[in-house]
Nanobody
Framework: QVQLVESGGGTVQAGDSLRLSCAASGRSFINDYMGWFRQAPGREREFVGTISWNRQNTYYADSVKGRFTVSREYGKNQAVYLHMNSLKPEDTAVYYC?????????????????WGQGTQVTVSS
């Protein structure tokens, strides 16, 4: 059974840093793109960042560029991480881990194949 399990969410103050983790299991994701989306209350789920299967390419939404970084691990403990710096109140959302064999930059959220259950990040001013 394929599972993506996020952890690391919480409540922080503006300017703080936070690292989200996503443990992937049930199949090998070595050839998949992996990344993160987020959804704030009353808003559509939106793309945050993604990393290619070979780690050579990363892409970010303009709203997080320069502040957030996506990284990944392979092997037995395959995982993807979201390093978030200089957090702002507008970053408050449920953050979802995602994976897909296709380039996530070309997908809409409703077409992404694998999802985690989400983890809440709240940034207070």
């Amino acid at each position: 059974q394929v599972q993506l399990v996020e952890s690391g969410g919480g409540t922080v103050q503006a300017g703080d840093s936070l690292r989200l983790s996503c443990a992937a299991s049930g199949r090998s994701f070595i050839n998949d793109y992996m990344g993160w989306f987020r959804q704030a209350p009353g808003r559509e789920r939106e793309f945050v960042g993604t990393i290619s299967w070979n780690r050579q390419n990363t892409y970010y939404a303009d709203s997080v560029k320069g502040r957030f970084t996506v990284s990944r691990e392979y092997g037995k403990n395959q995982a993807v991480y979201l390093h978030m710096n200089s957090l702002k109140p507008e970053d408050t959302a449920v953050y979802y881990c995602a994976a897909d064999p296709r380039d996530m930059m070309l997908l809409t959220p409703d077409t992404v194949r694998y999802w985690g259950q989400g983890t809440q990040v709240t940034v207070s001013s």
